[in-house]
């Protein structure tokens, strides 16, 4: 191996530290992936965790500078073909390999802008961060997932957006409690946290379910290299959203909605063996 690819895979080897060091259950999806697609679906996930970051942890500095300093070394990076920073030289790799649009980039740097910028969200606003944070990330991954195939990721491109939205939302009614206390922050549009009710919540549930549903058909149509990873993912998400919907309001604005990580490994399992069988 010559010192160039060292370099390249070093950096790319870090990305996947950073993943395994923060979701167990991304790690496990990305697991079930055809090998060849692991490193690349690695260094998207380090990209956008350590931009989240920036704006979810480091309250005790300038977080405007150090994200605009991100934005501007993630652009640098993609257009030299290089970093010292491993994360943005993996990133970079990918999206000049994969040929990543910039504009999701840019829509996913805004979203974590807003996070700086609003603590309550107006419908528009919502959407727009739900697309930036969630939904171009999806489209990130699709991209490295048709590899190539331009036709197949465009008939693909709206159910990785909704799959990407249901995930997003789910995480939204799992975290309302810490984006909350923490954070200050409430994303469903007209819903206030001191009453936060059962009709709310049932409203928010119905179209988390819509996501959800829109995107199976996606799935099923992703190709073989990635099918079974996306399905984990899917069934994971479902059975934390499923767990939710069976609490009352008043559980979710006190504590946080968990599945064990013996649930994970049983998800994993069960998933791997249905499509075997052919019968997930």
Known sequence: MDAKTLFDQTTLECSKLITQRYST??????????????????????????????????????????????????????????????????FQMIVNQYNIDLDLIEAFLKSMEMDLDFKTYNDSRYHEYIYGSAEVVGLMCLKVFCEGNQKMYESLKEPACKLGSAFQKVNFLRDIKSDYEE?????????????????????????????????????????????MGVKIAYLYYLKLFDKIRKLPPETITHQRVRIPNSRKFSLLLGTYFGMKLGIV
């Open 183 to 227: 954070r200050g922050r409430v994303y469903f549009p007209g819903v206030d946290f001191n009453h936060f009710d059962k009709s709310a919540k049932e409203l928010i549930e119905e179209d988390i379910q819509k996501d959800f549903d829109e995107a199976l058909d996606g799935i099923r149509r992703l190709p073989n290299c990635a099918k």
């Open 25 to 90: 259950s991304f790690t496990l999806g990305i697991k079930t992936l055809d090998k060849k697609l692991h490193l690349p679906i690695y260094g998207i996930y380090g990209f956008v965790r350590y931009a989240d970051e920036i704006v979810d942890t480091f309250h005790d500095k300038d977080k405007k500078a150090l994200l605009e300093q991100f934005k501007h070394d993630t652009y640098e990076s993609i257009k030299k073909g290089i970093s010292l920073n491993p994360v943005l030289h993996a």
